[in-house]
């Protein structure tokens, strides 16, 4: 938990987007800047933290190690979009089915009903058992 000061602190750091009391929301470039370090430079995730201006009194010691673990992980399975693209609070895509003709179209709702309706009876005979 971070004071308001401390908090204050944070935000006077060019690297730093937003801050609250629980979390901090560091720039894209950063990230980035940091994750080339690690892996160009051999640098350790407290050491780039230092240099780009972090007091590790105020966000802790193992909160560079943390991130780094993360970004390192986004950068590896995305590259450098991985780390500038925000995905958060972004809500997933549903997969449309698309159906060759009417026929599989009705086939596959009918399924789709009778899996719910079995569902449904399930959820029905737990509701019993609990009042039991």
């Known amino acids: 938990m971070f004071t308001q000061e401390q908090i204050n602190e944070l935000l006077k750091n060019k690297n730093v987007i937003k801050c609250s009391s629980k979390s901090i929301t560091y720039c894209k470039d950063f990230k980035l800047r940091a994750v080339r370090k690690y892996y160009e430079d051999g640098l350790s995730p407290n050491m780039i933290f230092m240099e780009s201006g972090f007091d590790l009194n105020i966000i802790g010691k193992e909160r560079p190690k943390s991130s780094l673990k993360k970004w390192k992980h986004l950068y590896n399975k995305k590259g450098k979009a991985g780390l500038i693209k925000d995905n958060r609070g972004r809500p997933r895509k549903r997969i449309k089915i698309k159906f ?17 309706d079995a569902e449904n009876d399930f959820l029905a005979k737990l509701r019993g058992l609990k009042r039991e």
């Open 100 to 116: 060759n003709n009417k026929n599989e179209e009705i086939e596959y709702l009918k399924t789709k009903i009778k899996y719910l």
